[in-house]
């Protein structure tokens, strides 16, 4: 996951394009970078670190120019590491381009394989780095090169390319990850959410349609559609957890959606009996106020989130390792003595997190902990750009749900049913969703990932 911000014909492109990335933070944190144009050339500065770590002022002021783009990371191929940082930028036989990408390429194995047999050297990890190899193969101009290149890829994206005279973006023809167009005063703004148009007081004019092809050049749009149709999959995980609820997802605000979700989780599980309505900040805020909204069960900040917590902190032995649990979400014993608790919380992915806080809240004084998850169980792990981990450890591709409840030791444990999600997530209309990660069946294919899984079985069997 991560979150790409375009700039064009704005003299402040690179000061524009930093505040952007400060509001699509939450879709990266591993490394951040802009590269803007200037006079002919491409300037890069990007690092490891949140945007604020990695921007120091003479950095950005090092970055003149009237178009730039930029990049949050968030690793899904690729080690986190400074090499794979992106913008990525590259001389080619077009001159020199810059790409930020959102996704993940379902073919990049066997493409990297092909290139590097031909002569290829490549600088990082990345599958989008395979996209400047095709591109740098193909005959100009750039715009013709990049969607030749773009037809050889599979998988999902966005992505946005600059040149010294030119913004391009495209987004994959199955949608599967948002893009935005915008626009502040003459200045042309890209984006994955509408959070970067809003703090730039930028006006939203529209969504970059699956399969489009965007071009700004000369102070001008223009737009093609040259791939072939696919159906749509929107990922409604977008929806669930990752964007930000401020921003329109696909058209809907994200704090509606999930309200939404959370009203449904509570017709489903009607008749549950409870005092409070306790949600997992942030993200399963806005569920268990619609859960709240729908039931008459008082909504109670029953969690309080601190933001201060090292990522890199070790936990040495179990006594520290249950204070750990706590240092991050911590339970308010006021809110929950003696009370039956529904603590909502937006995903379950490997079951751990979910029972530590069940058990935080007991030990605050809640009397029961009903469990109440605004999506349905994670049974397979997401190919399209979403850090899922494999099946293995995805507690709901192994046991059933009774046996999770048991695990969590939950007084009871819902997932909203798939039906029900869809027709939140896309306001009544529950078509054009990809739900892999909830049915295991892929929209498109997976080579990379179908070799993988044969490799492992021919060893398991050969080994057998
Ligand atoms: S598999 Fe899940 S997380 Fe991945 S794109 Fe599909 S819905 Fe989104």
């Known amino acids: 996951m991560c979150g790409i911000v375009g700039i064009s014909d704005s003299p402040q492109a690179a000061q524009l394009a930093h505040l952007g990335l400060f509001a699509l933070q939450h879709r990266g944190q591993e490394s951040a970078g802009i590269v803007a144009a200037w006079r002919g050339e491409l300037r890069p500065h990007v690092g490891m670190g949140l945007v604020s770590e990695v921007f120091t002022r003479a950095a950005l002021q090092s970055l003149t120019g009237e178009s730039a783009i930029g990049h949050v990371r968030y690793s899904t191929t690729g080690a986190s590491h400074v090499k794979n940082a992106q913008p990525l930028l590259f001389k080619t036989t077009h001159g020199p381009v810059a790409i930020a990408h959102n996704g993940n390429l379902t073919n990049a194995a066997r493409l990297r394989r092909s290139l590097e047999h031909r002569g290829a050297i490549f600088q990082s990890d990345t599958d989008t780095e395979i996209i400047a190899h095709l591109l ?165 900040m029953g969690l309080v989130r601190s933001h201060y917590v090292s990522r890199t902190f070790i936990k040495p032995s179990q006594e520290l390792r249950e204070i750990a649990a706590e240092l991050k979400l911590a339970p308010v014993h006021e809110t929950l003595q003696g009370k039956r608790v529904v603590l909502v919380d937006d995903s379950i992915v490997r079951g751990t997190t979910s029972m530590k806080i069940a058990k935080s809240l007991r030990r605050a004084g809640a009397r029961e902990v009903h469990m109440a998850v605004s999506c349905p169980p994670i049974v397979s792990p997401c190919h399209y750009g979403i850090d899922t981990p494999r099946d293995e450890e995805l507690i709901a591709a192994r046991h059933s749900v009774a046996e999770i409840q048991r695990f969590l030791e939950v007084d009871s444990l819902n997932y909203l049913e798939l039906e029900r999600l869809l027709r939140a997530a896309g306001g009544g209309d529950p078509a054009g969703f990809c739900t892999a990660c909830y049915t295991g069946k892929y929209p498109t294919p997976i080579p990379d990932f179908e070799r993988t899984a044969k490799v492992r079985k021919g060893r398991k069997a050969a080994a057998g």
Not at 138 to 151: D, K, N, T, Y
Not at 165 to 190: C, K, M, S, T
Not at 229 to 243: D, G, K
Not at 249 to 271: C, D, H, Y
């Open 136 to 300: 740098a193969r193909e005959p100009g101009p750039l715009e013709e090169a990049v969607i030749a290149s773009l037809r050889q890829v599979e998988g999902s994206g966005c992505l946005l390319l600059l040149a010294p005279d030119q913004l391009i973006a495209a987004r994959d023809p199955y949608g599967f990850r948002p893009l935005v167009l915008g626009e502040l005063g003459g200045a042309f703004i890209l984006a994955s959410e509408t959070s970067a148009l809003n703090l730039l007081k930028a006006r939203y004019v529209r969504e970059i349609e699956p399969g489009e092809v965007v071009v700004v050049r000369g102070g001008k749009v223009s737009s093609r559609k040259p791939f072939p149709p696919a159906p749509l999959t929107r990922c409604v995980f977008e929806q669930i957890y990752l964007a930000r609820p401020d921003s329109l997802i696909f058209g809907r605000n994200v704090q509606a959606v999930r309200r939404e979700m959370g009203r449904e989780l509570a017709r489903q599980t009607k008749g549950l009996k409870a005092d409070v309505v306790v949600p997992v900040p942030d993200s399963g805020v806005s569920a268990a106020l619609g859960f709240s909204d729908e039931s008459g069960i008082p909504f109670e």
